[in-house]
């Protein structure tokens, strides 16, 4: 898949991911909003009703006619603003005596109190916001259905009046569409600047670690390269052995291949002297795989698999060796020029020399390893 591709696949996905969660924070986030308005509403409701509850007593007190306080508080309410809420008064026989619109009164009330009950009770967010979307549906199918509720009432004292405080059912619904829009508009802009930031984080991020892997992949390159150069150096100089070996045993007298123990001892560079259980075997240096010490004893490992131990210490043998043929590979280990199969990569610039007819591996550190390299002419 390209980068254009799978750049548009990761915006459309972001894309899809913030419309559903959105969605979901844009109804709850209105349904939170619907029930702190109705909340506020409610609270303002009963703060009004009660002082003009309160007003009228201290009238009705002072011997003031129920009809020029019905009159008065008729002229108050019809010249008040009609918002949300407004307050109307009816009597104990359910009839409106107070209405902001003139032709309700003398009407029998027709409001219920389900909106302020829910709220009192501490119901869920869900049933205010439901209440208000059912009245909605009710109102595109019926033409009797109440367009106001009851907030709140209390009695005046020393009278048959109630007043109440009603809420504009349709007004509230215009107000909930409102916020509604607002709410997309807030999660509609923040989701566009989230999405690009998002989008562009993820390109960068990508860039970034495409480099890095570019420049990983250089390294493994040169790595390989080097480690390619390296062992091609190790072919190149264990032919070169093989063909120097080669020639001077040509060039050797048959009458050399018995030498008498002077001679061997003339010799002690090409051969050094090993025990396999207790006989002494001279062991020639060109039939040594590689040397290794174990518990601080040193065992000598030919190219056929045998196995013997000499007396000597790791020093003692790499002093008398032919240090163009054998390398010290570590405390631990001796190596021949012939015996290495393969040179690998092992850990940060360390290399593993794995050696022919053998599983052992024999790890080269840091420091060694240009020291290696020397060795081979590379």
């Not at 899809?16 to 969605?23: E, K, P, R, T």
């Not at 909340?39 to 009228?56: H, T």
């Not at 009164?105 to 389900?114: F, G, V």
Request: charged share 25%; proline share 2%.
């Amino acid at each position: 898949m390209g980068k254009d591709k799978l750049y548009f696949f990761t915006f459309i996905s972001i894309s899809i991911i913030y419309l559903i969660v959105s969605s979901f924070g844009i109804n709850y986030s209105t349904k939170i909003s619907v029930n702190l308005v109705v909340e506020s509403l409610l609270e303002s409701s009963k703060r009004e009703v009660k002082e003009i509850s309160k007003l009228m007593q201290l009238q009705a007190e002072n011997d003031i006619k129920k009809k020029i306080l019905i009159s008065n508080l008729q002229e108050a309410i019809e010249d008040a603003e009609t918002g949300i809420t407004f307050t109307t008064v009816f009597d104990w026989s359910g009839k409106i005596v107070c209405h902001p619109q003139v032709s309700k009164i003398n009407e029998e009330i027709n409001a219920s109190q389900t909106l302020s009950k829910i709220v009192e009770d501490g119901g869920n967010i869900n049933a205010v916001y439901d209440l208000i979307m059912e009245f909605k549906k009710d109102r595109k199918t019926s033409i009797d259905i109440q367009h106001s509720e009851i907030l709140y009432k209390s009695p005046v004292k020393n009278s048959d009046l109630i007043i109440a405080s009603n809420i504009n059912l349709n007004k509230l619904l215009v107000r909930v569409n409102k916020l509604k829009v607002r709410l997309y508009s807030i999660f509609i802009f923040m989701g566009a600047i989230i999405i690009l930031i998002s989008f562009f984080m993820i390109r960068f991020i990508s860039s970034f670690y495409e480099k890095k892997l570019e420049e990983k992949n250089s390294g493994l390159e040169s790595d390989i390269v080097n480690l390619t150069k390296l062992n091609l150096g190790v072919l190149a100089y264990q032919q070169k052995v093989i063909n120097e070996e080669k020639q001077t045993s040509e060039k050797r007298p048959s009458s050399q291949e018995n030498n008498t123990p002077e001679e061997i001892t003339q010799n002690s560079k090409t051969r050094i002297l090993t025990y396999i259980r207790n006989e002494l075997i001279p062991t020639p240096t060109q039939d040594i795989s590689y040397i290794f010490t174990e518990n601080t004893i040193t065992y000598v490992m030919c190219r056929d698999g045998k196995r013997s131990i000499s007396n000597a210490s790791l020093d003692e043998i790499y002093h008398d060796l032919d240090t163009s043929l054998f390398f010290r590979a570590n405390r631990q280990h001796i190596i021949r020029i012939t015996a290495i199969e393969k040179i690998i990569k092992y850990g940060n610039s360390q290399l593993k020399i794995l050696i022919q007819n053998s599983d052992i591996e024999i790890i080269i550190s840091k420091n060694k390893a240009a020291e290696f390299r020397k060795w081979l002419n590379i």
